[in-house]
């Protein structure tokens, strides 16, 4: 589902190119933008020349200052529907990625707040992460300089498929501000995960331990996801229960897990102008450092 930021970019490029068929049909906008252009004399296009479309993106990206070869691999690897998917506070160093050879952008996220309710499914509030995939050890390398850990943010350099790559980044939650406020701690939350999910997974999952956790998230969310196939099994009637939106995990069991705890309970910072000013810093910083790796590359 398209953000208004994103809406908003299929418009311009409907207006620019006389091309409708980028925007979504929810509402008949697509129809009544193409009967829009014929009211003005216009016959709508049902594609966008090559040549045009990299034009309206050098425009876009005129401050990276991109070699006329770079700007042809952005233009073939951002085409009009993924440019239009992009996060704005995100896109600057995606189109960083795309203009290096042998290294494509896939999925991003900004980790953005700006929905009237953000919702931890989608990670909006407090993480966002940027995967791609390439074959240049270099700029991995080059990355990983990125990754660590202060009190209020965390950046992780993910690689579970040869040559790809995901940067994740997450705001973290100061333990004195936890205090201050009265909240429980990720570690009590945690806990409180287990207890809640026992009714409904069984009391194998309190069996999980919290050193574990701490360790590697995602084998908790693995041994839920195991418990509810069985949970499945013995009562067939859950599986009339809809899946969380963007998750894997069952409605009822999905409220449970961690992430939607800390939303409840963390909601007040992940949405202060002081973690998202940690955000923003951080896109603008990975940004500056694949710029970075990529004028070391012009020069050589």
Same mark, same amino acid.
């Given at each position: ?39 003005? %004399? +216009?016959? =709508? ?9 990299? @034009? ?12 006329? @070869?770079?700007? #042809? ?7 009009? #529907? ?9 896109? #600057? ?22 929905? =009237? ?45 040869? %040559? ?23 570690? @009590? ?10 009714? +409904? ?86 940004? #500056?450092? +694949? ?10």
């Amino acid at each position: 589902m398209d953000h208004s930021e994103h809406l908003l970019k299929r418009v311009d490029v409907a207006n620019t190119f006389s091309y409708p068929d980028v925007l979504p049909e929810t509402a008949g906008l697509r129809d009544k933008v193409a009967s829009l252009l014929r009211s003005r %004399g +216009i016959e =709508p296009d049902s594609t966008i020349q090559p040549l045009l479309y990299k @034009e309206y993106l050098g425009e876009r990206v005129s401050a990276h200052g991109f070699t006329d @070869e770079e700007l #042809d691999r952005v233009a073939e690897k951002v085409p009009v #529907d993924l440019l239009c998917s992009l996060d704005t506070d995100i896109e #600057d160093a995606a189109f960083e990625l795309n203009a290096l050879v042998g290294t494509k952008t896939k999925f991003s996220c900004s980790g953005h707040a700006d929905l =009237p309710n953000p919702d931890s499914g989608d990670s909006y509030a407090y993480s966002g992460y940027l995967a791609f995939s390439t074959n240049d050890n270099g700029l991995v390398a080059h990355l990983r300089k990125l990754v660590g850990k202060s009190d209020t943010f965390g950046v992780a350099l993910e690689n579970q498929k040869p %040559g790809e790559f995901t940067v994740r980044f997450r705001k973290l939650v100061p333990d004195e501000w936890i205090r201050e406020n009265s909240r429980k701690s990720k570690d @009590e939350l945690f806990e409180v995960s287990k207890q809640k999910l026992a009714p +409904i997974l069984g009391p194998e999952i309190l069996t999980f331990p919290l050193e574990e956790y701490k360790q590697d998230e995602h084998n908790y969310i693995k041994g839920i996801k195991r418990l509810q196939s069985l949970y499945l099994q013995s009562n067939p009637e859950a599986a009339t229960l809809p899946y969380g939106w963007n998750s894997i995990l069952l409605t009822n069991i999905q409220k449970f897990i961690p992430n939607e705890l800390e939303w409840g309970e963390y909601k007040d910072y992940y949405l202060s102008p002081e973690a998202e000013n940690d955000r923003l810093t951080f896109l603008k910083t990975l940004t #500056d450092s +694949i710029a970075e790796y990529r004028r070391e590359h012009q020069a050589r």
